[in-house]
């Protein structure tokens, strides 16, 4: 096109005045305009996109087999992860700035073009990728897939987008900030307004303590390890891995974002360690914490799988010679949190944890890690924030409380029950651990005395930890004990 242009500006003759001639017109291409180019990394973020949107698969589930299986690897593979789980991550974000920049309504895009989109305006918005590469190499792969005419439309979408940075897209597109600031914020952090409202609630803040937590739960987290107890200590995990000592778990290490597969790590492939936030290993210590009078051999993890919390109970029980039951529902559950807890003092049984058939008023502690909304470990589950509605919710409380109802009964009087959910929504949380203790008589103890060293646990008895303040993830916990 630079020669056209060229030699289109260089005048016919001198001779005579004429109005200058207008360009001419590019002969029609019946090809690509360029040989397609290898981007190994571009399209398995791409394949990871349409992945999650045609079979609701998970992107942290999808990605890294299509690493192993390509064999993308070094920065080919750090690219591919931070493109997938971005734009997953943002798709509400960038779908907002992508119909501003359409001339047709997203409902009227093909889902394939629209995965090109958001992986697109994601590089344009998020990354330091050059405008014109990511536009080049978003065109390319459209077109090696869809053709001419849809690369044509990718191109001036994402040309459109690079007008403005996301601060600018965002002013322009978000509700104003003084009227309807949950909204402003929601839009500017990628989270649905309805998940930002539950922050909002949870935190009693719509101010900078909620611009905060979205903007940290917003952010690629950090990997968290736990080291098995009685096998390695953190500070040996910590060496083995290149990693550092955890603040607060006294079994923690934590690993840089983008670090790679931690399932390749030597330690969790020889199950000295396994993967799990720091706020779950909190929690789960906690009941572990509580005062106790009389027995203390018998514990329970009533909702197991797929296993992580198991695993640490299991191995702190058993440094005691106690022994663990691990209830799950699903049997391929289940035998994940055998393979998982192998070679400890556990038990695993296959049920419903509101009917485990177990005996009641036997057990000495009993974790109910509770299925819940996941509402905070949205910044490691890339896509959630996007499938999750607010009608889970409703389903999910009645689960919780007659999860937690059966769990006071299994647990012996004196005995104490911890309440463990990863999610902020307060119908999750403070207001089951109310109505439970009210119909049960249980007596709510103050959490914050079993978290020691952790700052801004807030005015109990629960505790709430968060991204911005603990750097974990959003998790609930609570701990009720059975009266005499």
């Known amino acids: 096109m630079t020669g056209e242009r060229n030699h289109s500006s260089h005048s016919r003759g001198a001779s005579k005045p004429s109005r200058p001639r207008k360009p001419a017109p590019p002969r029609r291409r019946t090809g690509p305009s360029r040989p397609p180019v290898e981007d190994p990394a571009r399209t398995a973020a791409l394949d990871t996109l349409r992945a999650v949107r045609q079979r609701d698969a998970y992107a942290n589930l999808v990605l890294p087999q299509l690493l192993r299986e390509r064999r993308i690897s070094g920065r080919d593979a750090a690219l591919a992860t931070e493109l997938a789980y971005g734009a997953s991550r943002a798709q509400g974000l960038l779908d907002t700035v992508i119909e501003a920049c359409s001339d047709r309504p997203l409902s009227e895009v093909d889902g394939s073009v629209l995965d090109a989109l958001r992986l697109g305006a994601y590089q344009l918005l998020r990354t330091r990728i050059p405008a014109h590469a990511a536009v080049a190499s978003t065109v390319d792969l459209v077109r090696g897939e869809a053709g001419s005419g849809a690369a044509g439309f990718v191109n001036a979408v994402l040309r459109r987008i690079t007008q403005q940075d996301e601060a600018g897209w965002v002013d322009e597109l978000a509700p104003d900030p003084d009227e309807d600031p949950i909204g402003y ?65 006294p079994y923690g290490v934590h690993l840089e974002a983008g670090a790679g597969d931690p399932g390749d790590l030597d330690p969790v492939r020889e199950r000295l360690a ?58 391929h559950r289940a035998e994940l949190v055998r393979k998982i807890t192998s070679g400890l003092p556990v038990n695993v049984h296959v049920g419903d944890g509101r009917e485990s058939g177990l005996e009641h008023g036997t057990y000495d502690r009993v974790l109910v890690d509770a299925p819940c909304t996941g509402l905070g470990a949205l910044r490691r589950r890339p896509e959630a924030r996007w499938r999750r509605q607010p009608s889970d919710v409703g389903q999910l409380t009645k689960l919780q409380r007659e999860l937690l109802t059966e769990a006071l009964l299994l647990v012996r009087p004196g005995g104490v029950v911890g309440y463990v959910v990863c999610s902020p929504h307060l119908s999750e949380t403070v207001a089951i651990v109310g109505d439970v ?20 646990l ?13 750097g974990t993830d959003a998790m609930f916990c609570a701990v009720l004990r059975r009266v005499p």
């Open 458 to 470: 807030g005015d109990g008895p629960h505790v709430q930890l968060w991204p911005h303040l603990h």
């Open 185 to 249: 914020l929601a839009l500017a952090n990628a989270h649905p307004r309805w998940i930002a409202q539950a922050f909002a609630e949870a935190l009693g803040s719509r101010e900078e303590p909620l611009k905060l937590a979205l903007e940290a739960d917003d952010a690629r987290p950090a990997v968290h390890l736990v080291a098995r107890p009685g096998e390695v200590s953190s500070d040996e995990l910590a060496a083995m891995t290149g990693g550092d000592v955890a603040p607060y778990s």
């Open 274 to 331: 396994t993967v799990q936030d720091e706020g779950s290993q909190l929690c789960a210590l906690a009941l572990t914490r509580a005062p106790l009078e009389g027995t203390d051999q018998r514990w329970l993890d009533l909702c197991a799988g797929p296993g992580g919390k198991a695993v640490l109970l299991a191995a702190l029980v058993g440094l005691e010679g106690g022994e663990l039951d691990a209830v799950e529902k699903a049997p």
């Open 437 to 456: 203790a009210r119909r049960t008589g249980a007596e709510v103890l103050d959490a914050r005395e079993l978290f020691p060293g952790v700052p801004q």
